[in-house]
């Protein structure tokens, strides 16, 4: 019989890439690991790992047996769900990864509901981006993320792991109130104006200069920020345009002009968890709390909207 521990850190390791990420993670010693790993070679019969320089990589048999371990971790995972479930009960701490806009709109008055109706529930919020938080759900790191998909740039699939929609969010254009673009009738009327936009290599960053080169104009991004909220004021203080996420943009309505784009484009916000903890009454209270939070925040529809023909 192999060693379900064992197995769990050359799954790990399969996960993290390094015997030093895989000790760090388990509260091991980079030897203790290779010791443990040893040991799995011995019970198994087969070379398990093989050296690359100064690093180890993953035998074809030990791809084998990670992928057979993920089935075991899950199945085991599925059973602890269950024993929890059956004691409807909503307590202990619930690892939760987030990116900047839903930790800072959507979580705090999530928190305060989930603080009164289960105050034996404790929260751990971390904030990250899709791709590190998924990362961080895979290897165990976090319980649960949110994530956000843009149109047209969907997310890797990924086996073993549980999505829920949260919320469709509006993106919409945040101009300036006032000056020469405060009143764009199309989106190519903006080709000279300075621009507040994600990183390329972002799926935000990358989506809005995309539907910038489809109206015929690459965006002159004078400002490169992840930060949407910075965006947002760079707009209301009349230095740039920015295309952000309604629920972003409804807190600045007072102090710029917030401009449907044609075709009503939307962003799929979702929570996403490993699918034998899918049933975990803290996942499913806190899946609960966000849900009925966004739906109660979901601003109104901007009152403007570029031209839709004049920009296909």
């Known amino acids: 019989m192999l060693n379900v521990h064992r197995l769990r850190i050359l799954y790990e390791l399969h996960q993290r890439g390094t015997l030093a990420a895989v000790a760090q993670a388990l509260n091991y010693t980079p030897s203790a690991v290779s010791q443990q790993l040893s040991l799995l070679e011995k019970e198994t019969g087969a070379q398990l ?11 074809d048999r030990a791809l084998v047996l990670a992928a057979h371990t993920e089935t075991v971790l899950s199945t085991l995972e599925q059973a602890e769900t269950e024993l929890e479930a059956s004691q409807d009960r909503v307590a202990g701490t619930l690892r939760v990864a987030s990116f900047q806009t ?24 971390i904030q990250r981006e899709v791709t590190t938080a998924y990362e961080g759900l895979r290897n165990g790191e976090f319980d649960l993320i949110v994530g956000e998909e843009y149109p047209g740039i969907p997310e890797p699939v990924y086996s073993n792991i549980d ?30 104006a300075s621009w507040a936009v994600d990183p390329a290599n972002m799926a935000t960053g990358a989506w809005v200069r995309n539907i910038c080169r489809d109206a015929g104009f690459e965006p002159t991004v004078q400002y490169e920020t992840t930060d949407p909220f910075l965006q947002a004021h760079l707009a209301t203080s009349g230095h740039a345009v920015s295309i952000v996420s309604a629920l972003i943009a409804s807190n600045y309505v007072d102090r710029t002009r917030m401009m449907g784009l044609p075709g009503r484009p939307q962003r799929r916000l ?24 966004a739906a109660d925040m979901a601003p109104p529809a901007p009152p403007t909207r570029l031209d839709e023909a004049a920009v296909s």
């Open 49 to 59: 790992l093989e050296r690359v320089g100064r690093t180890v990589r993953l035998t």
């Open 102 to 125: 839903a930790m800072a709109v959507l979580a705090p008055p999530a928190l305060t509901m989930l603080s009164h109706q289960f105050p034996e529930l404790r929260i751990q919020l």
């Open 163 to 192: 999505q829920a929609d949260l919320y469709f969010d509006d993106l919409v254009l945040l101009v300036p109130p006032k000056g020469p673009w405060s009143t764009p009738a199309q989106l190519a009327d903006l080709a000279k």
């Open 270 to 293: 979702y929570t996403a968890v490993r699918s034998g903890r899918s049933q975990l009454p803290a996942v499913r209270a806190f899946r609960r709390a966000l849900t009925f939070i």
